[in-house]
Nanobody, 115 residues
């Protein structure tokens, strides 16, 4: 069973930047999607960005041009670089791996954007 550990969350003022990291407990084949979701209280978890080999990364519209997802397969790690952060980006961010129809999740890392 894949275990995922996120890091890099925290507080940042509007316009600031953060980079999230997620390390998997085992090698994830590059063809298997790895992604980031986020959730605020009372709302459904939503996809932020997803990456897999052979396809352009997917981003939700509201983060396009501000967030960049990347992965280092040798390090078993996926990153989410977030720039020009807005208060509405405040959420718990979760790392995800979807392998043969099974979703694996990290414990989440809080990102707070406020002045």
């Amino acid at each position: 069973q894949v275990q995922l550990v996120e890091s890099g969350g925290g507080w940042v003022p509007p316009g600031g930047s953060l980079t999230l990291s997620c390390e998997a407990s085992e090698t994830i084949y590059s063809s298997i999607p790895m992604g980031w979701y986020r959730q605020v209280p009372g709302k459904q978890r939503e996809l932020v960005a997803r990456i897999r080999s052979g396809r352009d990364p997917d981003y939700r519209d509201s983060v396009m041009g501000r967030f960049t997802i990347s992965r280092d397969n040798a390090r078993k790690t996926v990153y989410l670089e977030m720039k020009r952060l807005k208060p509405e980006d405040t959420a718990v961010y979760y790392c995800n791996v979807r392998d043969t129809g099974i979703d694996y999740w990290g414990q989440g890392t809080q990102v707070t954007v406020s002045s």
